[in-house]
């Protein structure tokens, strides 16, 4: 069975279905670039994979465990803003990686405090923030805090990693210093990515697969009435050449 | 140019700001002579070198009768009561607001409570609390504590619950319990509102504070303000008055350095 696994998901809030009949499996180590343009429920798609909401119908499995019915350590996500914690300095937004599931009260003492904190000085090292360890995230320009959300994440050891447009607050040339970081943050974890973006170019130079969110039914007099689903898989590998296929009418992945 | 885009410059600013303050002295200098000049013993308006006198004596000559400086003690009395009462509601604040900012069935539980509470009046249960709790301390502080409350609870848990859905998703996908989350995300994050929305109370406390004691009470700062009133002593309310402002300002004052000095991080932009 594949790593991830979503099955016929249906969700609608109230009587508005937002996504229909989305299948899709990913294997272990993917990186899966979801685009569409607005309102098509890819954000909605990714919050169900967060297991922040949970789908009307269906469900999904990641690495074979039942379905989750809240966000927990086996998802791990980056947001567009938001993702660190302002009131914590750049080293203890990394150390919350181990601190919070450590015990009941969320902080560490003694050794394991200053191991954890070795350990995030290494990560911080890694990921080029170590001489603003002791700094607040409000001084940090917007690449360096989206890099620390990305180590702070992975520190977690999550499963599979989320992110929900990371990079469309940054300028662009930040935006492809943070391609390569997080390509590289990839190639050392050999971590299953789910990437929201509104970028496609970004969504193919990244990716090994792009999934496409469209409506495929288009009702021209109450346009709500149907929900989006997965309309295209491309295979993204060696620039999208030549491995694309397209999706069965039912919208399960034909190559799978 | 236009108004809007005039800025005055940093002595300038400075001198505008005295400039009301200067006023209002100058208003009642000018007043005080005009009602003097008709009657050298006019009580309603007493020179200011009158004032002055008599706050000298309130604050060097102790009472003949216990041998305590009357506006010393009446001081510590009132202060005692005020820290006490605002003490009280900034930690029941503090807890209602993270429970019900936080767990959605105690929302469901207290919030239309709350809101129904703060609408009581407080000042109009005060002849209960001196019936239940007697005319000492207890009624006093008691009447802070239920004045400033319900406002804490508010504004606190709307503070908890403007709190980023995505920072309380991460802290859940980095494995933080309800607890965690309550102690290492909302509780840091709401401590610098928590000191704002004090600052904002500390007005109607003070209110809460003189009410309870003018009406019943043998010591504190709103019981001798409402005592002397029966001698027309203006130059005693005057110097009390003043120096309410004074206290409530520097309370005021030093919150507002504590929340700077304790929390670095709050107010910035680039989150």
Redesign the interface.
Known sequence: MSFVVAEDIHQSYGPRPILERVSITAEEGEFVSIVGASGCGKSTFLRLL?A?EVPTRGEIRVAGEPPAK????A???V?Q????????TVRDNVV??T???AN????LFGGAKRKARADADTVLARIGLAHVADQ?????SGGM?QRLAIG??LS?K?RILLLDEPFGALDPGTRLSMHDFLMDMRAETGMTVFMVTHDLEEGFKLGDRVLVFDKPRWDPIEPEAYGATITYDFDARDGGIPFQNLTSPEGTNAAS | MRLINLKPGRPLALFLLLIPFLAVLAAYGIASDIRRAENPKDKLLPAPAAIVETAQRLVTQPDRRSGKVLFWSDTLVSLQRLIIGVGIAALIGLVFGLLIGLLPYMRATFAGFVSVLSMVPPLAILPILFIVFGLGEVSKIALIVIGITPFLIRDLSQRVVEIPQEMMVKAQTLGASSLVIGLRVALPQVLPRLLQAVRLSLGPAWLFLIAAEAIASDAGMGYRIFLVRRYLAMDVILTYVVWITLLAFLMDYALKKLGERAFPWFGRDGL
Not at chain 1, 81 to 88: A, E, G, K, L
Not at chain 1, 104 to 107: H, Q, R
Not at chain 1, 136 to 140: E, G, I, N
């Open positions: 967060l922040q809240e966000p927990g350590q998802r791990g996500v947001f803003r938001y993702s660190v914690f302002p009131h914590m919350a990686a601190a919070f599931a009941a009260t969320g902080w607040y995230p409000a001084a940090l805090q702070q994440a977690a999550p």
